[in-house]
């Protein structure tokens, strides 16, 4: 049975802004640094989406005051 890895936030974080920011793609960044493409896809999905309900949020209390 394999351990499984834990990565940092820090490191899932730069990760995840440097594909946003076009300096790479999910798979040559994946091959790279050694890791599954559904790791950084799922990574990336768990960034947009918290952004997105961050943004939500702000906007539904600008809405309400």
Known sequence: MSKKQKYNFNFKLRLVTT???G???IGSLA???GLSKSNLQFWLRLYQNYRLSK???VVAKI???
Do not use: G, P, T
Request: one cysteine or more; a positive charge.
């Open 19 to 21: 594909i946003l920011r």
């Open 23 to 25: 300096k790479d793609s």
């Open 31 to 33: 091959k790279r640094e």
């Open 55 to 57: 943004a939500c949020k």
């Open 63 to 65: 809405i309400h005051q």
